[in-house]
C-alpha cells in the first residue's frame, strides 16, 4: 500500500485505493485514528498560544546536556520552577554568584555556618557577648590594639588568654613600660602615678608605703615595722628625723626617736608649741612606782657641757623649766641624782652670769642665783631682795 501525504496543520498519510475494499477500508480507519489521536494529544501539550503547556516535557524526555544556557531565555527560569534543594554545589560553577545576584538581607543567621571575620573594619556590636575561647597548643585568643603579644611594652592594650603560660590563664595590660597596669592572672601590677580621691582597702600586709621615693618624705615600713620622716635637719641636707615604734638604739629601748646626730643650725630635736590654753604642753605621767615621767640624759666630751633639759625663759615671767607637786601627795618638783659619785659632775648645775655683782632685781621667792664668782644667792621676798646662801 502507497500513503499519500497531506497537506494539513500536521501532516497525514492517507491509505491509496488498490481494489480491495475490505483492506482499504481497514488501513484508512487505522490511519484517520493515528491521526485523531495526534490530534487530541497536540491540544493537551500546546496552549492557545500554541506554546508548550506546563508540566508536559518532563524530565524523563529531555537528553543529557540537551538544554543549555542559550535554550534558556532571559529571566525564563523563576524560583517557583526550581525545587527545594535541586541545586547544590556541585551545579553551580566557582565564582559564579556575585554581588549583584544576591539581594539585600537575603543572607540569615540560619544560612550561614561558620563565619571567619578578617575584614571587619568598623560598626558596632550591641548587646552581644563576646566569648574568647582557646584552643590549647594553638596560639593565644585575645583583643587588642597596639600591642603584639602579653608583655609587649608598646603602648596599647591587650586583653585575652595567654596559651604560652601553664592553665591558659586570662590576662589584661594597658599602658607602656613606664606607666602600666597588668592583671597576670595571679597578680595587679600598678606603676605610675595613681589619683583616687577615695580608696576603701583592706589591711596591706608586708608591704611599705611611703609618699615618696626619696628626698622630704613619710615612709611605713615593713622591712623595720616603724615609721620614719624624713625632712631638712637645717643644712638643706635631707635625714630622718623621727622614727616611730623602733625597738632598739643602742642599748636603750625606746617607742619614739626624735632628732639626728647631725642637726645643723640652730634647729630643735623637738619642738612642740602650746597654744592659748593654761593647760601644760607637754604632760607627762610615769606608769608605776620608781619609774620616770620624762628621763633625760646627755653626754660629756671632757671639754664641752651639754643638757639634758634646758630650760630658758626669753622673757618677763616666763619659766624655762617650772615643776610642782600638788595637793599632799609626796614627791618632787624636780629631782635630780648622781649615778656614780666619783665622776667629777653634779645633779644640779647652775650656769654663773658674766658679773660678780650681788642681783638687785625683782624676781620671784625662792630663784637662785649665781655670780661669776660662783656666789649663790636666792631670793627671800619675791621683790628684790636676795640673801647669800650659806658660808660663801
Known amino acids: 500500500m502507497v500513503f499519500e501525504q497531506v ?8 491509505p491509496t485505493f488498490a481494489g480491495d475494499f475490505n483492506k482499504y ?3 484508512l480507519t487505522l490511519a484517520l485514528t493515528t491521526h485523531v489521536r495526534e490530534l487530541w494529544a497536540r491540544a493537551e501539550t500546546l496552549d492557545a498560544n500554541s506554546n508548550i503547556a506546563d508540566k508536559v516535557i518532563k524530565t524523563a524526555y529531555i537528553d543529557d546536556l540537551a538544554v543549555g544556557t542559550a535554550q534558556i531565555a532571559d529571566l ?3 524560583t517557583a520552577k526550581i525545587a527545594a534543594l535541586a541545586v547544590t554545589a556541585a551545579e553551580i560553577a566557582d565564582a559564579t554568584i556575585t554581588t549583584a545576584k544576591i539581594g539585600l538581607l537575603q543572607v540569615t543567621d540560619a544560612l550561614i555556618g561558620s563565619c571567619a571575620v ?5 560598626g558596632s556590636i550591641t548587646s552581644k557577648i563576646i566569648t574568647l575561647v582557646i584552643t590549647p597548643t594553638a596560639g593565644d585568643v585575645c583583643i587588642k590594639c597596639g600591642k603584639t603579644d602579653f608583655g609587649d611594652n608598646t603602648a596599647g592594650f591587650i586583653l585575652g588568654i595567654d596559651d604560652s603560660v601553664a592553665g591558659d590563664p586570662a590576662k589584661f595590660e594597658i599602658g607602656d613600660a613606664t606607666n602600666y597596669m597588668k592583671w597576670d592572672g595571679s597578680a595587679l601590677t ?9 580608696i576603701d582597702a583592706g589591711t596591706l600586709t608586708s608591704r611599705t608605703v611611703q609618699t615618696a621615693a626619696d628626698g622630704m618624705r613619710f615612709v611605713v615600713s615593713a622591712d623595720d615595722n616603724e615609721a620614719h620622716f624624713f625632712g631638712d635637719r637645717g643644712d638643706t641636707t635631707i635625714a630622718e628625723l623621727i622614727s616611730l615604734g623602733r625597738s632598739a638604739s643602742g642599748d636603750d629601748f625606746i617607742i619614739a626617736d626624735i632628732g639626728s646626730n647631725d642637726l645643723s643650725g640652730s634647729v630643735f630635736p623637738m619642738y612642740v608649741r602650746g597654744g592659748a590654753s ?7 605621767s610615769a606608769g608605776g612606782v620608781g619609774a620616770r615621767a620624762i628621763y633625760a640624759y646627755s653626754t ?3 671639754a664641752t657641757w651639754t643638757a639634758a633639759i634646758y630650760g630658758a625663759g626669753f622673757s618677763t615671767g616666763v619659766q624655762g623649766v617650772a615643776s610642782a607637786v600638788s595637793g599632799t601627795r ?19 648645775c647652775l650656769q654663773p652670769s658674766a658679773g660678780a655683782g650681788v642681783p638687785d632685781w625683782t624676781a620671784a621667792k625662792g630663784c637662785l642665783w649665781v655670780t661669776s664668782a660662783g656666789v649663790l644667792y636666792i631670793n627671800t621676798d619675791g621683790a628684790a631682795t636676795w640673801a647669800k646662801v650659806g658660808a660663801q
Open 278 to 284: 593654761t593647760l601644760p604642753t607637754i604632760a607627762a
Open 190 to 198: 600598678i606603676r605610675g602615678a595613681l589619683n583616687a580621691d577615695d
Open 330 to 348: 609626796r614627791g618632787y618638783g624636780v629631782y635630780c641624782a648622781m649615778a656614780d659619785e666619783d665622776h667629777a659632775m653634779a645633779p644640779i
Open 25 to 27: 477500508s481497514s488501513e
Open 7 to 14: 497537506n494539513q496543520p500536521r501532516s497525514i498519510f492517507l
Open 76 to 78: 525564563s527560569v523563576g
Open 118 to 122: 578578617g575584614k571587619l573594619l568598623a
Open 300 to 302: 660629756y666630751d671632757g
